[in-house]
């Protein structure tokens, strides 16, 4: 009997183990009609044109963006010109920095546009250790590294013309329920969207990616 017991136990806890990977990889909203629309200021990577849109709300100093970051990279490489990015950002309080990591990336847009904005959060996820750990004094070398002048950087990085630029985000963020980061929303070739309040595997994250482009 207390074989039995010890094997059910077993048995039950893989079973729930797998069904807790199954819900982290698979969409929490599927097929749904999008009900968001690519804005002209939003920071895109990628061909604005691509049919398939990946919205992702973010920030630097969260370990599972940073983690998703490269599978991210790798499906905009497998579908170039088919797949873009869309970047938004969604600072947690919990990670105070991250906010002004938010003004530094605008900052950087400012100057280099959106593939210096890119090439920026790059660079961020590279030098951070993430959960509010990066030194803050790498920020304007960070800038430098991509050719923008640190007497220019600071200057916006100071100011607080961006505050309300990434306020909208996060306000968008949550009129669409976002309560955590990443959080992403595949907008299909045909209107339908589908969302993954988690950070999602490669796997999972191209099989819809291959559904959204209409099962190619």
Do not use: W
């Amino acid at each position: 009997m207390l074989k039995k017991t010890l094997f059910l136990g077993i048995a039950l806890a893989v079973l729930g183990t797998l069904a807790a990977v199954f819900l982290m990889n698979s969409p929490t909203d599927e097929g749904s009609d999008t009900a968001v629309r690519v804005e002209a200021q939003d920071h895109v990577l990628g061909a604005r044109s691509a049919p398939v849109k990946i919205v992702e709300y973010a920030e630097a100093e969260c370990p599972y963006c940073k983690t998703l970051h490269p599978v991210l990279l790798r499906i905009l490489s497998e579908y170039e010109g088919r797949v873009s990015l869309v970047f938004r950002h969604f600072p947690l309080t919990i990670h105070p920095k991250s906010f002004t990591e938010a003004v530094a990336l605008e900052c950087v847009a400012e100057v280099k546009g959106d593939p210096g904005f890119f090439e920026y959060l790059d660079k961020l996820y590279e030098a951070t250790p993430s959960n509010n750990n990066i030194d803050l004094a790498v920020l304007p070398r960070l800038a430098q590294e991509i050719g923008i002048q640190e007497a220019t950087f600071m200057e916006c990085l100071e100011s607080d013309r961006y505050r309300e630029r990434i306020l909208r985000d996060v306000e968008s963020g949550i009129g669409l329920n976002v309560d955590s980061v990443p959080h992403l929303i595949i907008i299909a070739a045909n209107g339908k969207e589908f969302v993954f309040s988690r950070s999602p595997s490669y796997v999972a994250l191209n099989a819809v990616v291959k559904a959204a482009l209409g099962g190619e």
